[in-house]
Nanobody, 117 residues
Framework: QVQLVESGGGLVQAGGSLRLSCANS??????YGWFRQTTGKDREFVAGISWSSGSTNYRNSVKGRFTISRDNAKNGVWLQMDSLKPEDTSIYYCAARSDSSSTFDYWGQGTQVTVSS
């Protein structure tokens, strides 16, 4: 059974950095994404990466501050978050989808990121 496990969340001051990890217990998926959700708000896309090409895309508010990359050792992905802002506070989820799917079908349990002002 495939499992995605996130780690690396925590409490950081504004302007600081965190790196989130998403480890995959199975074979690499074709696409990975990071999402976040705050209580009372809809889940939002943060960043995505194609496993084969390495091409990436980001939501506008994190461009230039966040970087998604592959973790070949764990068949998963990283999310490097720099210049963090209080509005980045959220639970961050890793997700993945296979070639045969158009939706993210596999999700991790989430990791809390809190940015203090």
């Amino acid at each position: 059974q495939v499992q995605l496990v996130e780690s690396g969340g925590g409490l950081v001051q504004a302007g600081g950095s965190l790196r989130l990890s998403c480890a995959n217990s199975g074979r690499p998926f074709s696409m990975y994404g990071w999402f976040r959700q705050t209580t009372g708000k809809d889940r939002e896309f943060v960043a995505g990466i194609s496993w084969s090409s390495g091409s990436t895309n980001y939501r506008n508010s994190v461009k230039g501050r966040f970087t998604i990359s592959r973790d070949n050792a764990k068949n998963g992905v990283w999310l490097q978050m720099d210049s963090l802002k209080p509005e980045d506070t959220s639970i961050y989820y890793c997700a993945a989808r296979s070639d045969s799917s158009s939706t993210f079908d596999y999700w991790g349990q989430g990791t809390q990121v809190t940015v203090s002002s």
